[in-house]
């Protein structure tokens, strides 16, 4: 009895280390895998059945062990017994009679015998053990059999009897007690719980992705948040090292496969944006393509530009800048802005592409008079006449780029305004920083204040300015639209990022100077040292 009581004490004793020991840790994402089935329920209980069985046979043997010694050992003290009365018989009648009477009031006292002489099995002897053994077996019968490591288990089961030590889902917060359980991201989950952010489905697969600390299926986590080529519309693949490779402008935030830079992939010559597949853009004769976005203020001809050159006229006026002389102001194809800056022998040029030009040259240029027909994705009847220039100032023409938005084509025209101005007031061999960044900042505060009148419908210029320029309305537009809007914030982030020396370094260190001074403080010491102040 005390060897079928420690079996069943012992299944209590070392359940804590165990289920310790047989816990499955699931690891992140690659390294994370699932473990065979868990031992059933059916195979536990057998093994439960037979131990108890077992214990329950060998006490009975025991039992019937004591209870067979006994009976000899009471047989032969009969034996020995009788022959000691038949030798005392003859001799002391009396006495033997005597002792016999004694003998049997002691009987009761002690173990009662039968008239055979063996001994009596009192029934009250063993009740308390029957009871022991009978209490032990219901007691393992209402307990759970003791928990197994199979080292293929995921879930090992703890024990409902294992009182103050339990785990608790990290999910919905409840008891994990009986059945299987998941230990994974510094917690333990039900397997129900432990669900993909994304579409809320359990997680069973073998591996699992994370982002900001959230599971994730691994379909999922590459839907929501593998990059997308805004080109193609593909997924972007991963290049030669495993990781993900891609491009993207610094404005716009497109992102794009490398690949499309080198394919063909048509990119709009005036917000740099790389063009969508199967979408509508329009194809220049020069080689340049616009997308349509930018085709709806693009300003196609000499005439429809006159009313954007006056605006930049008034601008300069504004600051108390006005140029007197009129500067003849030509758009022009970029085979006739080559040409015209191959002749020009004063100067500084935007490398790779120049879109605007000061002459101070007699020569003649060929200027678009008429504003081309557009269809199917591509310009007709381009009409150009020549315009001979004449001397009469240090200036002879103001050349634009046609086909630009009106925002870019302004800002074109207010740089070589600026240009034109510095020569008409004697600021001679300026250095190609000083000259060109002096030029960039007007461009910018003139971007500035188209910006701030779409905004609020009142042209502003910059703080630097001596006076504030007038309000006109738009030459193209009554009201900005809010691409327009963005594309102005465009070109001002093309004049700050620019990583020239004399464009991009003369514009921040000018536009430092004028923001500090002010523009006529800056300019009469550039006139006087031919470099900003510092």
Not at 88 to 104: F, G, K, L
Not at 152 to 158: A, K, N, T, V
Not at 458 to 469: C, E, K, L, Q
């Amino acid at each position: 009895m005390g060897w079928l009581t420690k079996i069943l004490k012992g299944y209590g004793l070392g359940s804590d280390h165990r289920v310790t020991e047989g816990r499955y840790d699931e690891r992140y994402e690659n390294d994370g895998s699932w473990g065979d089935p868990p031992t059933t329920s059916d195979e536990l209980l057998d093994f439960d059945n037979e131990e108890i069985d077992r214990a329950i046979a060998l006490s009975l043997a025991e039992e019937d062990e004591r209870n067979v010694s006994s009976l000899v050992e009471d047989d032969t003290k009969s034996v020995c017994s009788s022959l000691k009365e038949e030798e005392e018989d003859d001799q002391h009648d009396e006495v033997t009679s005597h002792s016999e009477e004694d003998q049997d009031d002691e009987i009761p006292s002690h173990s009662e015998e039968d008239h055979k002489g063996k001994k009596v099995i009192d029934d009250n002897s063993y009740l308390e053990e029957d009871e022991e053994l009978a209490k032990a077996i219901q007691l393992s019968l209402n307990m759970d059999s003791p928990p197994r490591n199979t080292y293929g288990s995921l879930f090992p089961r703890l024990p409902h009897f294992f009182q103050g030590v339990y785990r608790t889902c990290a999910g919905c917060n409840g008891r994990i007690g009986h059945g299987r359980f998941l230990s994974c991201m510094g917690g333990v989950w039900h397997p129900e719980c432990f669900r993909c952010h994304a579409c809320n489905l359990p997680i069973s697969d073998y591996e699992f992705s994370m982002s900001e600390n959230r599971p994730f299926h691994k379909s999922c986590y590459k839907e929501h948040h593998h990059p997308k080529c805004d080109v193609c519309k593909n997924f972007i693949p991963t290049n030669r090292g495993g990781l993900i490779e891609y491009r993207a402008h610094p404005f716009w935030l497109q992102k794009y496969c490398p690949a499309h830079e080198h394919d063909g992939t048509p990119r709009c010559c005036s917000c740099e944006r790389m063009e969508p597949r199967d979408t509508r853009y329009l194809l220049l004769d020069d080689g340049r393509k616009l997308c349509l976005e930018c085709l709806d203020s693009a300003i196609m001809d000499t005439h429809e530009c006159q009313p954007l050159y006056l605006e930049i006229q008034d601008f300069y006026e504004g600051l108390n800048m006005k140029i007197e002389q009129q500067v003849p102001m030509l758009l022009v194809e970029r085979q006739a802005l080559n040409e015209a800056m191959e002749g020009e022998k004063q100067g500084h040029h935007h490398l790779p592409e120049t879109r605007g030009l000061c002459l101070s040259e007699e020569q003649t240029i060929s200027t678009i008079i008429r504003r081309p027909r557009v269809g199917a994705g591509r310009i007709f009847d381009m009409f150009t006449e020549p315009y001979k220039l004449v001397r009469r100032c240090e200036v002879t023409a103001i050349l634009v780029l046609y086909s630009l938005p009106r925002l870019l084509t302004g800002s074109i025209l207010a740089h070589e305004m600026m240009h034109a101005w510095l020569r008409l007031k004697g600021y001679s061999n300026l250095p190609p920083d000083v000259e060109e960044g002096i030029c960039q900042v007007l461009a910018h505060m003139w971007l500035d204040s188209e910006i701030m009148a779409g905004a609020s419908g009142t042209a502003v210029a910059s703080s630097s300015s001596s006076a504030p320029a007038p309000a006109p309305a738009s030459s193209k537009k009554g009201k900005r639209s809010q691409f327009e809007k963005q594309l102005g914030e465009f070109f001002k982030h093309q004049i700050e990022s620019d990583t020239s020396a004399a464009y991009g370094d003369g514009f921040r260190e000018g536009n430092k100077a004028v923001l500090k001074y002010g523009l006529r403080s800056t300019l009469d010491h550039i006139r006087l040292t031919g470099r900003f102040p510092c």
